[in-house]
């Protein structure tokens, strides 16, 4: 025979001891646990004082025993209300590490689109792009060209811009580089277009220059950065930049090439830049609805972008 005292275990008793006490009255209660107050813990869930006592007093006829002293309109924890106190605060603890580790997850594991100005994309992103993905091969990314003004409304995570629109209130902006411009050319038309001068070499006023619609002012403000007078504004336009500097590859006459969209075609002998490089007051910025914290997916692409600048 089988004493009644071991019970069966899906008795009433049983199921009675082992049922957990419902969770909205657990977190009221831990709230109120944590402020002593119920009015305070109110304010932090943004409930009545009135659920709070009620939350906090079907807590105690379940569990059978009192956690609150009230004594004065104020109340105070009891040795069996410290005891649930700690245990409930332990396991938040730990759903709130399980939560937060899933959701990192998750974001990890979500694609995330990453706009980048065209001629940026595919003179400079793009030749660097497989060393991000080697890096970080778990993450999915897609890249998308696109300039000027934008919205995070329109699917875009993050975006890659220089800093030459106002950006709309709320935009996060991080610092990669700055804008360093010069005349390009092909290596076998230096000496046609540059002349020696004083301190080094000079534009002919001869030099065919290539301009784009998208950057019409870039040659005056190299002129005005380095003082470097400009007779006319004559010679090609392309609709875009990216095509200026291609001509530039061509042959077809001297292009403001900034550093980082020239730099590969410099380093293979494709270009040359006779008068070098200066910086002309703008940046590129990476754009974010919101500030990058640490250990996320968007500082890691900040960091690599400022190393391969």
């Known amino acids: 025979m089988i004493s009644d005292s071991n019970g069966e275990l899906d008795s009433p008793l049983a199921l009675n001891q082992t049922r957990l006490p419902s969770l909205i009255a657990l977190r009221c209660f831990e709230a109120a646990a944590r402020f002593e107050n119920f009015t305070r813990a109110a304010e932090a869930l943004h409930l009545t004082?009135?659920?709070?006592?009620?939350?906090?007093?079907?807590?105690e006829d379940d569990l059978g025993v009192a956690l609150f002293?009230?004594?004065?309109?104020?109340?105070?924890?009891?040795?069996?209300?410290?005891t649930l106190a700690q245990a409930v605060n332990e396991v938040l603890?730990?759903?709130?590490?399980?939560?937060s580790e899933l959701r990192a997850s998750a974001r990890q594991q979500r694609r995330w689109v990453v706009s980048c100005e065209p001629t940026l994309l595919m003179r400079w992103l793009?030749?660097?792009w497989p060393a991000f993905q080697a890096k970080y091969p778990d993450r999915d990314i897609h890249l998308v060209a696109g300039g000027g003004a934008f919205s995070f409304n329109s699917g875009i995570d993050l975006a890659i811009r220089r800093d030459d629109f106002p950006l709309?209130?709320?935009?996060?902006?991080?610092?990669?580089?700055?804008?360093?411009v010069g005349p390009v050319c092909r290596p076998d038309n230096v000496t046609d277009w540059f002349s020696p001068a004083e301190n080094g070499l000079s534009l002919r006023t001869v030099a065919p220059r290539l301009h784009s619609r998208t950057r019409l002012s870039a040659w005056q403000t190299w002129s005005v950065v380095t003082q470097h007078p400009l007779?006319?504004?004559?010679?090609?336009?392309?609709?875009?930049?990216?095509?200026?500097l291609q001509a530039a590859v061509a042959g077809l006459g001297v292009a403001i090439g900034p550093w980082q969209l020239v730099r590969d075609d410099i380093a293979s002998g494709v270009l040359a830049a006779p008068l070098g490089f200066v910086e002309e007051g703008s940046c590129y910025c990476l754009l974010s609805p919101s500030p990058l914290f640490?250990?996320?997916?968007?500082?890691?692409?900040?960091?690599?972008?400022?190393a391969m600048a």
């Open 49 to 59: 004082h009135g659920a709070i006592s009620r939350a906090v007093r079907m807590l």
């Open 69 to 82: 002293e009230r004594r004065s309109r104020r109340v105070f924890l009891t040795q069996a209300g410290r």
């Open 93 to 99: 603890a730990v759903m709130q590490r399980a939560t």
């Open 126 to 128: 793009i030749p660097r």
């Open 168 to 180: 709309p209130d709320g935009y996060h902006a991080e610092y990669l580089f700055s804008e360093k």
């Open 231 to 244: 007779h006319d504004n004559s010679g090609q336009t392309f609709e875009h930049f990216y095509f200026s």
């Open 294 to 306: 640490p250990d996320t997916f968007q500082a890691d692409l900040l960091a690599w972008l400022r």
